[in-house]
C-alpha cells in the first residue's frame, strides 16, 4: 500500500494499486447477462463522481479521458485550486491508479457503467478533510465533505484513511468521518461506495452506515466487525485482487440501478425505486453467497463477505419485480409477541421492493410503547411437490442527519400455518438486516418489518425492503437425436452439472457447453448416449 498526502497531522489516504477488470469478471458480477436481456443498461443520465488522491506526497490524481476512451467533456477536474474541464490541466497530472478505477467504473471497454452523464474528478485530500483538536482528557475530531450538493448520486472511493505509521485509526477518528459522510449522504441522497481496505481491520469511509463498504469477493480484503459497535462491514464484495477493483465495480452496478429504476423500470414510483436506501438494498439481496458465508440473528451480514458476491442482473431484476407495498400495518406492546395476524392478502411478485415507513409510539402518561409491524404475506409454492425454495430478504435504512444512534428496525420471517417463526434478523447496531434460506419448505409466509419503539430516533422510520422466494427448475427433454437441457436465466449464478453414478462418492462433472440464453431460458443442446446421465443445477 501506498502513503498518500496527509489530510492532518494524524491521517492519511491508502489507495491499492489494481489490475483491468477482464470480461469474465463482468460475467461474473451479471453485466454481461443483464446486457443480453435489457437494453441500453449504461448508467445513461447518471452523473457520478471520482475522489482520488495522489500518492508517496505526489499530488497526481486525474483520470485521463483517453485511457477509458471517454471523451474529454464527460470530466470536471475539482481541488482546492480550483476546477477545469480541461485536460492536461495545471490542478495535477494522470493517475494510473485513476485511470484504472475509472476503467472499471465507467471505462468504454471494461466498465460497469459505460455511459454515465458526467463525471467529477475531485482530489480526494480536497474533497474531505479531517483535522483533531485536543482537550483535557480527550481528543476531538472532525470531518467535513463539500458544503454544498455536488449532484454525483453515485461516488466512488477507493482508498482508505490510516495513521501515519498505517495503523488503523481510532474509534473516535472513524465516528468523526463516519458522521461526516452519514449526514452529507442522508441530506443530499448521495451513496457512497467505498473500498474496506485489504487486509485487517475494515477501515473508513467504508464504515459509514448509510455507504456500501466493498470488499474482495477471495476473502483477501478488511473484514469487519468494525471498531466502534461491532456493525458488519463490508456489505458486499466483488472480483479483484484488492479493493481499488472491486469497489468501482458496484459504484458502475449502482449507477446503473438508478439510471433503470429513474426510467421507469421499476414501476412508476421512480424516486423510490432510485433512492440511495432501495438501491443499496437490491445491490445487497441480488448478491449471491460463497459456499462458506455465514451470519446470525444479531450478525446480519458476513463479516468477510457482507450480503456475497455483487450480481447486478440479479438486483435489476428484482428492481423489475415492482414496487409492493406491505398486506398490512399493525401495532403491539413493546417486545411484545406478534405473529401473522391471518390477513388473506398476499403479494403476487417472488421478486420485488417496496420503499416505505413504519411507526413507533413511546410510552406516555396514559398509554403503553407500542412496537410497528409491516407484514408481508407470500405464498410461496409452485407445481413440483416437495421442492424447496430460497429466500432471500434485505432491510435497509439510514441513520438520520445529526444524529448519533440509529432507529432499531428488525426482519422477521414466520410460518402462517402454524405461526412459527422461520429466521430473524434482530442486530442492535446495524441498520441493514438480512435473511437467507437456501431450503426453504412451500407453504405461505409472513415477511415482517419491525420497528422496536425502545431507544428510538424518531417516531417514524423510512426503510427500503428487497426479496426473493425462487425454486429452480432444471427441464431435460429430447431434441431429435439430442438432449435439451434449460433453467430459467434468473436468478443467475447457477452451472449444470452431471454425472453418470448416483453412488458415493458422486463425481460431478463441470465440463458442459457453456448455455445459450433463448427466450428468458439457459439452454445447453448434449448429445444423446445409451449410458445413465444425471444432471443437476448448482450454484458454487
Same mark, same amino acid.
Not at 456475497?308 to 400495518?329: D, M, R, T, W
Not at 412459527?420 to 434482530?426: E, F, M
Given at each position: ?64 479521458p ?31 491508479? #485513476?485511470?484504472?478505477?475509472? %476503467?472499471?467504473?465507467? @471505462?468504454? $471497454?471494461? *466498465? ?7 463525471? +467529477? &474528478? ?30 454525483d ?38 451513496l ?6 485489504n487486509?485487517g481491520?475494515?477501515?473508513?469511509? #467504508?464504515?459509514?452506515?448509510? %455507504?456500501?463498504?466493498? @470488499?474482495? $469477493?477471495? *476473502? ?7 471498531? +466502534? &459497535? ?54 445487497l ?20 463477505y ?35 395476524t ?5 403479494i403476487?411478485?417472488?421478486s ?27 405464498n410461496v ?17 439510514n ?5 448519533t ?6 426482519l ?7 405461526s ?7 442486530s ?22 419491525l ?11 423510512t ?8 425454486s ?55 448429445s ?13
Open positions: 500500500m501506498n502513503c498518500l498526502s496527509k489530510l492532518t497531522t494524524t491521517l492519511v489516504l491508502v489507495f491499492f494499486s489494481v489490475a483491468a477488470l477482464h470480461s469474465q469478471n463482468l460475467d461474473m458480477i451479471g453485466v454481461t447477462l443483464l446486457r443480453a436481456v435489457a437494453t441500453n443498461v449504461d448508467g445513461s443520465g447518471i452523473r457520478v463522481a471520482q475522489p482520488e488522491a495522489g500518492y508517496d506526497q505526489v499530488t497526481n490524481w486525474e483520470v485521463n483517453g485511457a477509458v476512451s471517454q471523451p474529454l467533456a464527460l470530466f470536471t477536474y475539482i481541488s482546492a485550486n480550483g476546477s477545469t474541464t480541461n485536460f492536461p490541466n495545471s490542478l495535477s497530472s494522470e493517475s494510473g491508479h #485513476a485511470d484504472s478505477v475509472a %476503467g472499471d467504473f465507467y @471505462g468504454m $471497454s471494461s *466498465g460497469v457503467a459505460t455511459n454515465v452523464t458526467h463525471v +467529477d &474528478n475531485y482530489d480526494a485530500n480536497d474533497f474531505v478533510q479531517v483535522s483533531e483538536f485536543d482537550m483535557p482528557l480527550s481528543t476531538n475530531y472532525t470531518a467535513s465533505l463539500p458544503a454544498t450538493n455536488i449532484n448520486p453515485v461516488v466512488n472511493q477507493s482508498f482508505i484513511f490510516e495513521n501515519d505509521d498505517y495503523s488503523h485509526v481510532s474509534v473516535g477518528e472513524q465516528q468523526a468521518i463516519d458522521s461526516a459522510y452519514d449526514n452529507y449522504a442522508a441530506q443530499y441522497s448521495t457512497f461506495i467505498s473500498g474496506a481496505g487486509g481491520v475494515v477501515n473508513p469511509p #467504508a464504515t459509514c452506515y448509510n %455507504g456500501i463498504g466493498v @470488499g474482495v $469477493s477471495d *476473502g483477501s480484503s478488511s473484514f469487519g466487525p468494525t471498531i +466502534d &459497535n461491532g456493525r458488519c462491514k463490508p456489505d458486499i464484495i466483488a472480483p479483484g485482487g484488492e479493493t481499488s477493483f472491486s469497489t468501482p465495480c458496484v459504484s458502475g452496478a449502482a449507477a446503473v440501478l438508478m439510471q433503470t429504476g429513474l426510467r421507469g423500470d421499476g414501476g412508476s414510483d421512480t424516486n423510490s425505486s432510485a433512492d440511495i436506501r432501495t438501491v443499496k438494498a437490491l445491490l439481496n441480488g448478491a449471491i453467497k460463497p459456499a462458506d458465508w455465514t451470519n446470525s440473528n444479531s450478525s446480519p451480514l458476513d463479516v468477510r457482507g450480503a456475497g458476491v455483487l450480481n447486478i442482473f440479479n438486483s435489476y431484476e428484482q428492481l423489475a419485480g415492482g414496487k409492493q407495498g406491505y398486506i398490512i400495518s399493525a401495532s403491539v406492546t413493546s417486545g411484545g409477541a406478534h405473529p401473522p391471518g390477513n388473506p392478502g398476499t403476487a411478485a417472488m420485488g421492493w417496496d420503499f416505505n415507513s413504519i411507526s413507533s409510539t413511546s410510552a406516555g402518561i396514559l398509554s403503553s410503547a407500542t412496537d410497528g409491524v409491516n407484514h408481508y404475506y407470500f409454492t409452485n407445481n413440483l411437490s416437495g421442492q424447496n425454495f430460497t429466500a432471500t430478504a434485505t432491510l435497509v435504512w441513520r438520520q442527519q445529526n444524529q444512534d440509529i432507529n432499531n428496525l428488525d422477521f420471517l414466520y410460518n402462517c400455518a402454524n412459527n417463526l422461520v429466521a430473524c434478523s434482530t442492535l447496531v446495524d441498520n441493514v438486516e438480512h435473511l437467507w434460506l437456501p431450503q426453504l419448505p412451500q407453504g405461505r409466509y409472513d415477511l415482517q418489518v420497528k422496536n419503539s425502545g431507544n428510538s430516533v424518531s417516531d417514524t422510520e426503510y427500503a425492503l428487497a426479496w426473493e422466494f425462487f429452480m427448475p432444471l427441464n431435460i427433454a429430447p431434441s431429435g437425436a439430442n438432449v435439451a437441457l434449460a433453467w430459467p436465466v434468473y436468478p443467475t449464478g447457477f452451472i449444470v452439472e452431471s454425472t453418470t453414478n448416483l453412488s458415493p462418492p458422486i463425481n460431478w462433472n463441470t465440463n458442459l457447453p457453456p448455455p445459450v440464453v433463448t427466450n428468458s431460458q439457459n439452454c445447453i443442446l448434449l444423446a448416449t445409451n449410458s445413465a446421465q444425471f444432471f443437476r443445477l448448482h450454484r458454487p
